[in-house]
């Protein structure tokens, strides 16, 4: 995994809902990029996509701007439920 594509998921690791606007503004512009390839990689290891994107619900934005969250980092909390 490429230092890049850490720090993204860094930002995403408390499993909510990131705002697409934040990566542009912390001059990451490829993200949407590497987390489509984060997925991919995901999808052929687990079986399913590690990175969800749904439209932004927290702004209104001009154009179509996605918010990302990792479904992974909620698998501890979901898994402590359980326990």
Not at 20 to 26: C, I, K, L, P, V
Request: proline residues 4%; contains cysteine; charged residues 30%.
């Amino acid at each position: 995994m490429s230092a890049y594509l850490s720090s993204l998921l860094a930002d995403l690791a408390a499993g909510e809902w990131i705002c697409g606007s934040t990566f542009y503004a912390t001059m990451r512009p490829t993200f949407a990029q590497r987390f489509s390839e984060c997925n991919a990689e995901a999808r052929a290891a687990e079986g399913e996509e590690r990175i969800e994107s749904r439209p932004c619900k927290r702004h209104e934005h001009r154009g179509s701007i996605f918010e990302y969250r990792d479904r992974w980092a909620l698998r501890p909390q979901q898994l402590r439920l359980v326990g």
